[in-house]
């Protein structure tokens, strides 16, 4: 059974990303980061105070290159 991803809000998300080799390339309404791969995996995660809705949690786990598992040890 496939395990459900947590309601988390965007700075939540992006210090997980950080703390997993992703950093900053830009910063306005949507950050987005990049990591070390080449080619470079490009996240962008809406900067705001609500939690993000499930489907652009997910959205964002794919642009990372990690499956929902994956993501899940990561927390």
């Known amino acids: 059974m496939k395990a459900r991803l ?4 965007p ?3 992006i ?3 950080e703390r997993n080799g992703f ?8 950050r987005t980061y990049a990591d070390d791969a080449n080619p470079p995996h490009l996240v962008r995660v809406p ?8 489907k652009t949690l ?8 990690w499956t ?3 993501f899940l040890k990561k927390l």
Request: net charge positive.
């Open 58 to 65: 997910r959205s964002i786990v794919r642009q990372a290159g």
């Open 11 to 13: 700075a939540e998300v």
């Open 6 to 9: 947590p309601s988390l809000k």
């Open 68 to 70: 929902e598992e994956e």
């Open 23 to 30: 950093h900053v390339l830009r910063s306005t309404k949507h």
């Open 47 to 54: 900067y705001h105070g609500r939690d993000l809705k499930s």
């Open 15 to 17: 210090r997980i990303l």
